[in-house]
Structures are given as C-alpha cells and as structure tokens.
C-alpha cells in the first residue's frame, strides 16, 4: 500500500490556489478539469516533494472544484493536513507576513496550526528536533480553533 494524496473540496480555485501555492509554498503539478462532469481537480506538491511527484512518486494535496456551487460543513471537508518545515519560526513568520492567521503558535518550537480560506487546518511540524523556545511565539495565544 502507499499513501497517493488526500482531497479537499475548495469554494474558490483563486483563493485556495493564493493560500496553497503563494503562502503555504506548495507547487501546482497538476490539473485536470472534467467539462461533463463540472468539476476541476488540481494536484499539489510539496516543493522537496515536486520532482517525485510529477513521476506519481509522492504524496499530493488534491484540490477539488465543484464547479456548481456547494456549501461544505463538517464531514463533507477534512480534518487537517500536516507539512514539515525546514525552520517552524521562519514559516509561520512568512505566513503572518502573509496575512495568514496563526491558529495555533509554535510556543515549544515544534508544531503550529494555520488554516485554509475553506478553514481547512493545517498542520506545521518542525523537521528533526524542535527549536529552542523564542519570543513573540512562546507567549502568543491561539486564534479561533484548529
């Protein structure tokens, strides 16, 4: 068995494609649009994913359009998706740059939690050990729900 991709059903192509791509970072390498079906599939990749993922290699991120619009509540949408990053700190600091909300600080160096503009949470992991605890993240309280 090996993991293909996890799907997540979007309300707007420009808007997810400006959190996915321009802020998260992740790279297009697919899409696919079904004129009978109305409906557009668009794949992503994590960038040190993209080279494997473009031969079916790696794990992708699906972003679902319905071309008819659908409102998504609860189980119709999906928990959360979970990224590791090279430098936690320097990540969400871009994403806050970004106009993203921190959901969920890295206080302890290690994780955090932002969301999607289809409030989908995203989940951010520190790659190998956590880094040492630092300011303003430390004392930052969470934003809404993750």
Known sequence: M???????????????????CNKLGLKQVRRVDHEKGRFSLIFLAAPEDEAAATQSRAPLVELTYNWDPEVYTGGRNFG?????VDD???????????????????????????????????????????????????????????
Not at 2 to 20: G, I, P
Not at 80 to 84: G, V
């Open 2 to 20: 090996r993991y293909l991709h996890t799907m997540v059903r979007v309300t707007n192509v420009e808007e997810s494609l400006d959190f996915y």
């Open 88 to 146: 936690i700190y320097e990540t969400c600091d871009r994403l806050l740059k970004a106009g993203v909300t921190i959901n969920r600080p890295p206080r302890e160096g290690r994780m955090a939690f932002v969301r999607s503009p289809d409030n989908i949470s995203i989940e951010l992991l520190q790659k190998g050990d956590a880094l040492p605890v630092q300011e303003p993240w430390a004392s930052m309280p969470n934003t809404g729900v993750w």
């Open 80 to 84: 959360h998706l979970a990224y590791q």
